[in-house]
T-cell receptor, first 116, second 112 residues
Framework: EAGVAQSPRYKIIEKRQSVAFWCNPI?????LYWYQQILGQGPKLLIQ????????DSQLPKDRFSAERLKGVDSTLKIQPAKLEDSAVYLC??????????????FGEGSWLTVV | QQQVKQSPQSLIVQKGGISIINCAYE??????FPWYQQFPGKGPALLIA?????SEKKEGRFTISFNKSAKQFSLHIMDSQPGDSATYFC???????????FGKGTSLLVTP
């Protein structure tokens, strides 16, 4: 079974530039998450989708971050303009969903962003 | 705010020893407590998980102990091996949206 796919794996941009990350979840998984993992810390939820609707985006810095999940499958996370503190790994994850606690959440390998 | 507090930040154990990592939570709505293992350059992967209706769960060399009244849970790695060297995250979910709330992680090094 294919895992969660993410691209690009690595990106270096200058501050104030924009960047976009793409995620393809495991087939059939209704719930998709974007997490931000700063070096040395645990992943922090940015946004959660159930199919193509947003469940939770309370920790998404909406002045610069945006995310969409068209057709309830792939998702894109965009940062514009980027700040130095956005340097992190952006992890996409998916689960079967259905609003149940305990569905295993599977993570991709992440997209590493360095803002200089 | 950090909803799950994890300790220690780092841990060094000799091969064959027992590694113990502790976590604590405050939100009584949490009802699912997984541990994730993350190797450098990889995403976190589920290791073992427990629900609060049991006090212990064992899978091979990995055991979760759960204390509902104290709102604490811990991971025990028996007979630790160099291949276990990784970062371990505890997490909890069960409130709105059921997304995972992670601890800050424990970097485990198992020396030969």
């Amino acid at each position: 079974e294919a895992g969660v796919a993410q691209s690009p794996r690595y990106k270096i941009i200058e501050k104030r530039q924009s960047v976009a990350f793409w995620c393809n979840p495991i087939s059939g998984h209704a719930t998709l998450y974007w997490y931000q993992q700063i070096l040395g810390q645990g992943p922090k939820l940015l946004i959660q989708f159930q199919n193509n609707g947003v469940v939770d985006d309370s920790q998404l810095p909406k002045d610069r971050f945006s995310a969409e999940r068209l057709k309830g499958v792939d998702s894109t996370l965009k940062i514009q303009p980027a700040k130095l503190e956005d340097s992190a790994v952006y992890l996409c994850a998916s689960s079967l969903g259905g609003g149940l606690s305990g569905n295993t959440i599977y993570f991709g390998e992440g997209s590493w962003l360095t803002v200089v | 705010q950090q909803q799950v507090k994890q300790s220690p930040q780092s841990l060094i154990v000799q091969k064959g020893g027992i590694s113990i990592i502790n976590c604590a939570y405050e939100n009584t709505a949490f009802d699912y407590f997984p541990w994730y293992q993350q190797f450098p350059g990889k995403g976190p992967a589920l290791l073992i998980a427990i629900r609060p209706d049991v006090s212990e769960k064992k899978e091979g060399r990995f055991t979760i102990s759960f204390n509902k009244s104290a709102k604490q849970f811990s991971l025990h790695i028996m007979d630790s091996q160099p291949g276990d060297s990784a970062t371990y995250f505890c997490a909890a979910s069960g409130d709105s949206g059921y997304a995972l709330n992670f601890g800050k992680g424990t970097s485990l090094l198992v020396t030969p």
